[in-house]
């Protein structure tokens, strides 16, 4: 592979299941590119495909998933891999955090064990003293005080901000060349969350693994992403760098979310309520014909947002929207 080649790139990935109330489209038809070192934030509301997206690199889909597309790390195809070749794949070249740190870590075993663990199931040949070292260089890493006593605590023990920096610390024991964070920053306080996210930067800066977030506040990509993807009942509906994403929206569902978003710039009087997008996101069995978001869009017009499914357009460098009227929705903005 060419030096500038992608780490990771998704074509046209669908995934579905079989329900009694039908086929459930989860996502459908999700493309983009990620470069080796880079950060990508991908958004959306609670059901938009976000983490089903990631389930799906990682490979951790549950059997009853019917997997479409292609899914290639550094040029080799993930998708049909079986699962003794997952294995390999996972913790090793990929690796996620999950949201939920306290679940994620088993409550009977040390933060040690767990993280010496990580280490011996990709690296056998290591001795238990290399394996405890490691484990102590780790929690160092993510800015764990007093590694040397805290490696033999267990989780409970620990905040829900120091949890997720173990959480990170077990992600990366083998340098994976890809990192996904799940909703790292849920039910976390915005002073843990801003720690958080430093510790995903630093561990960047320091192994050059290449960085995806996911999560449903757009404040949270602002200041870590490079590249931000925003997914909509399945679907990418925008995907630009992140100044333009903020700077020159082009999908009305990106304005609103960027609309719901607390402001401290503005000047508001008590009464005045956040903005909401009207509606309720559809689910996977019914999706709208036409554009899924048409039902909750102010700037949809009947006879075409209904009927045409939008393909993405390119409104400039690689920023790409998937709106009928993209560029027209925004004159009718007072």
Known sequence: MSADAPLLEVEHLSVAFTTDAGTARAIEDVSFTLHSGETLGIVGESGSGKSMTAMAIMGILPKSAVVS??????????????????????????AIVFQDALTALNPVATVGEQLIEAVRVHRPDTSREQRRARAIELLTLVGIPAP??????????????????VMIAMSIA???????????????DVTVQAQVLEVLREVQRR???????????????????????????????????????????????????????????????????????????PIATKWPEGCRFAPRCAHA????????????????????VSCVRVGEWREEVV
Not at 231 to 249: I, R, S
Not at 301 to 320: E, L, M, S
Request: one cysteine or more.
């Open 69 to 94: 597309g292609s899914i290639r790390l550094r040029g080799r195809e993930l998708v049909g891999l079986s699962d003794d070749e997952l294995r390999e794949v996972r913790g090793n070249e990929i």
């Open 148 to 165: 040397e006593k805290r490696i033999e605590r267990y989780p409970h023990e620990f905040s829900g901000g120091m949890r997720q920096r």
């Open 174 to 188: 083998n340098e994976p060349d890809l990192l996904i964070a799940d909703e790292p920053t849920t039910a976390l």
């Open 207 to 281: 192994t050059g693994t290449t960085v995806v977030v996911i999560t449903h506040d757009l404040g949270v990509v602002a200041g870590i992403a490079d590249r931000v993807i925003v997914m909509y009942a399945g679907g990418v509906v925008e995907a630009a760098d992140v100044d333009p994403l903020f700077y020159e929206t082009g999908h009305p569902y990106t304005s609103g979310l960027l609309a719901s978003l607390p402001r401290l710039d503005r000047r508001s009087s008590r009464e005045e309520r956040l903005y909401q997008i009207p509606g309720q996101p």
């Open 301 to 320: 017009v009947a006879g075409r947002c209904d009927v045409v499914v939008p393909p993405p357009v390119n409104v400039g460098g690689t920023h790409t």
